[in-house]
């Protein structure tokens, strides 16, 4: 019978592993530092940043929406609603759609599911289309 040693070195030791060594990471010292440069550290010129409004019902049709309002927050660039959104494929089944699934958001006034999007506020900032969207204050015709 073979003898067990009982001090052999760990599988991870034997194989070359790194497992348990300490790792150098060559951005370390400058996240140490507070230094270091994250994504949203950039911040391209000119970016706009986009809030959907969502729908606060199941079922129903939107009435109103304050458009106006949240036009004339600043900071706010633009309101798209179904009225004025940009057109889709006629078809959203047809095999020539560029989606290649059925897309159907901002299509016209009608809610079918909860927290469906209703609207879209691109502003200059995120707080400013955060707000812009929270001044449409939908109204809406419940369904059953």
């Given at each position: 019978?073979p003898?067990i040693?009982?001090?052999?070195?760990?599988?991870?030791?034997?194989?070359?592993s790194?497992?348990g060594?300490?790792l150098?990471?060559r951005?370390?010292?400058l996240?140490?530092?507070?230094?270091?440069?994250y994504?949203?550290?950039?911040?391209p010129?000119r970016?706009?940043?986009?809030?959907l409004?969502?729908?606060?019902i199941?079922?129903g049709?939107?009435?109103?929406l304050d458009?106006?309002?949240?036009k004339?927050h600043?900071?706010?660039v633009e309101?798209?609603t179904p009225?004025?959104?940009?057109?889709?494929?006629e078809?959203?089944?047809?095999?020539t759609?560029?989606?290649?699934?059925r897309l159907?958001?901002l299509?016209?006034?009608?809610?079918?599911?909860?927290?469906q999007p209703?609207?879209?506020?691109?502003?200059e900032?995120l707080?400013?289309a955060t707000?812009?969207?929270a001044?449409?204050?939908p109204?809406?015709e419940?369904?059953?």
């Amino acid at each position: 019978m073979p003898e067990i040693s009982l001090t052999r070195a760990p599988a991870h030791a034997r194989h070359g592993s790194n497992i348990g060594q300490p790792l150098t990471r060559r951005e370390g010292v400058l996240k140490v530092k507070g230094e270091a440069r994250y994504a949203a550290d950039n911040h391209p010129t000119r970016m706009l940043h986009a809030v959907l409004a969502v729908s606060s019902i199941a079922r129903g049709r939107v009435t109103f929406l304050d458009v106006r309002a949240a036009k004339n927050h600043p900071g706010v660039v633009e309101v798209m609603t179904p009225a004025n959104r940009p057109p889709l494929a006629e078809d959203p089944d047809a095999k020539t759609n560029p989606f290649m699934f059925r897309l159907d958001v901002l299509q016209n006034e009608r809610v079918r599911y909860a927290n469906q999007p209703i609207a879209v506020v691109i502003a200059e900032t995120l707080e400013a289309a955060t707000e812009g969207a929270a001044l449409l204050s939908p109204r809406y015709e419940a369904l059953p």
